[in-house]
C-alpha cells in the first residue's frame, strides 16, 4: 500500500502521470472527433441539424426549380436575339436538354450530395484504415520513466506543460470540425438555390461553379484533417523528429522519456496548426 502510494507521487513528480494523462486526454477526444466526422450527417446531433438543414433545403428546392426555368429562359433568349450567333436545331434541342438535366439533378441533389458525402466517409477509412487507433499517440518508455531528483521538477512543469497543450489541442480540433460540419450544412441548405443558376448566363452560371467547388473544398478539408492527425501520429510515435537523444549536459540528467515528451509537445503543436491551415492547403492544392 505505501509503495503503491509511493509511486503514485513519484511518477506525478516526475511527469510521467501528467504525461500519460495528457496522451489519454488527447486519445480519448480525438477518438471522439473522429466518431463525429464518421457520424452519417442525418444522424449527427440526434438529427436535428439535418431536419433544420433540410427543412430550408426544401423550400429553396421549389424555389431554385422556379429559378432554374426562368434563368433557362433569359439565357435561352438572349441566345436567339443575339444576331451574331446562329441558333441552329441542334444547339435549341442541347439547350433543352440542359434543362432536362438539370432539373432532374435538381430534384435528385439531396440524394446526390448525401451519396458524395458517403464517399468522403469512405475517403476518410482509407487514409486512416484503422479507425481512431491509427491516430492514437505513445510516448515511448511512459511506463518506465526513471528520473534523478534534479529533473523531477523539471519533468513535473513539461507534463503540466502538456497536459495544456494537449487539452487546448483537442479543443481547436473539435472546433475546427464543428466548424466545417456546420459550413457542410449550411452548403446544402443552400444547395438549390446555388444549382438553379447554372443554366443562366456565363455570369450567373459562376455561382453553381463556386458552390461545388466550395463544398468539395469543405468535403476535402475533413479529409485532410484525418490526413493530418495521421502524419502526427506517426510522427510522434516514431519519438518525433529527432530520435536521437543528445549527449552530455541536463539530457543525461533527464534521459529519453523527458526528451520524447518534449517532442511530443512541440509535435502536438504542429498538428494543430497543421489541421488549422488544412483549408488554404486545399484551397491552393486543388485550384479552390
Same mark, same amino acid.
Given at each position: ?104 439533378? *435538381? ?6 450530395? *448525401? ?64 466548424g466545417v460540419f456546420f459550413k457542410i450544412f449550411f452548403y446544402i441548405a443552400t444547395a438549390p438555390l446555388a444549382m438553379s443558376t447554372i443554366l443562366g448566363t456565363q455570369g450567373m452560371s459562376h455561382s453553381a461553379y463556386a458552390w461545388i467547388k466550395t463544398f468539395l473544398c469543405a468535403l476535402g478539408e475533413l479529409a485532410g484533417m484525418i490526413l493530418m492527425l495521421r502524419l502526427g501520429a506517426a510522427l510522434i510515435n516514431a519519438q518525433g523528429f529527432f ?46
Open positions: 500500500m505505501i509503495d503503491s502510494i509511493i509511486s503514485a507521487i513519484t511518477s506525478i513528480l516526475n511527469g510521467s502521470l501528467l504525461f500519460q494523462l495528457g496522451i489519454g486526454i488527447w486519445n480519448g477526444l480525438i477518438g471522439y472527433a473522429w466518431d463525429i466526422l464518421q457520424t452519417n450527417p442525418q444522424n449527427l446531433a440526434d438529427g436535428m441539424l439535418w431536419d433544420t438543414a433540410d427543412g430550408i433545403f426544401q423550400l429553396l428546392q421549389i424555389v431554385g426549380a422556379s429559378l432554374m426555368t426562368v434563368l433557362f429562359l433569359i439565357n435561352f433568349v438572349k441566345e436567339t436575339a443575339d444576331i451574331r450567333h446562329n441558333t441552329t436545331l441542334e444547339s435549341a434541342f442541347l439547350m433543352i436538354l440542359k434543362l432536362i438535366i438539370g432539373n432532374v439533378v *435538381l430534384l435528385n441533389l439531396k440524394s446526390i450530395i *448525401l451519396l458524395v458525402i458517403g464517399m468522403e466517409q469512405d475517403l476518410l477509412g482509407i487514409v486512416a484504415p484503422s479507425g481512431s487507433a491509427s491516430l492514437q499517440l505513445t510516448i515511448p518508455g511512459l511506463d518506465d520513466w526513471e528520473m534523478s531528483a534534479q529533473g523531477a521538477v523539471l519533468g513535473f512543469l513539461l507534463g503540466f506543460l502538456f497536459i495544456i497543450v494537449a487539452v487546448g489541442g483537442t479543443i481547436v480540433i473539435l472546433w475546427t470540425a464543428y530520435p536521437a537523444l543528445p549527449e552530455g549536459g541536463i539530457w543525461d540528467i533527464l534521459g529519453m522519456q523527458v526528451w520524447g515528451g518534449l517532442q511530443c509537445t512541440l509535435s502536438i503543436i504542429i498538428i494543430v496548426g497543421g489541421v488549422k491551415s488544412v483549408d488554404s492547403l486545399i484551397r491552393r492544392a486543388f485550384g479552390f
